[in-house]
């Protein structure tokens, strides 16, 4: 069991159930994927007959189910995070998601990240943008939030529009 600097130590599991329980605790907090899930039930025990039994389980349950993460993950940064595709599709990885749920429930999102694009802007420049050296940085702001060239290009040609 790996334990982290700051990290309060775990009681071991005795038995599997003790896995199922951590990993249903910690299902029960957020949404999880698979690969997180895996690596978490890994800090309570060693036995890795337990993590992949208490995973199928969960699995069967319906209470895991990577595309299930996918589409709340993608929901809540469009909602809350503000990230744009690329920002997204890069957490998702990080967090165990595979590469074809997530092209595909992308894909089948009909979220706007251009209007995103444009809404970051504007909340980030109340103002129009005066000279190169401020537009740069808005972009590499934008880029760094995970919208492409397009959408940037976009957010600039109708920034403050609406205001006017």
Request: aromatic residues 10%; proline residues 2%; glycine residues 4%.
């Amino acid at each position: 069991m790996t334990q982290f600097k700051g990290q309060k130590e775990l009681k071991p599991a005795e038995k599997i159930e003790d896995v199922m329980n951590y990993g249903l605790w910690h299902l029960g907090r957020r949404d999880h994927s698979i690969h997180e899930l895996k690596v978490k039930l890994g800090r309570k025990t060693d036995n890795p007959d337990w993590i992949e039994e208490s995973i199928e389980q969960m699995k069967t349950a319906g209470y895991l189910n990577d595309r299930k993460f996918v589409e709340n993950f993608l929901e809540y940064c469009n909602e809350y995070k503000q990230y744009g595709p690329t920002r997204i599709k890069q957490e998702l990885k990080l967090k165990g998601a595979e590469n074809d749920i997530i092209k595909l429930v992308m894909e089948e999102s009909e979220f706007d990240y251009f209007e995103l694009a444009l809404k970051c802007l504007n909340k980030k420049a109340r103002e129009p943008v005066k000279d190169r050296k401020e537009k740069e940085s808005l972009t590499r702001f934008l880029l760094s939030r995970g919208f492409s060239f397009d959408m940037i290009k976009y957010a600039f040609s109708e920034h403050l529009k609406e205001d006017e």
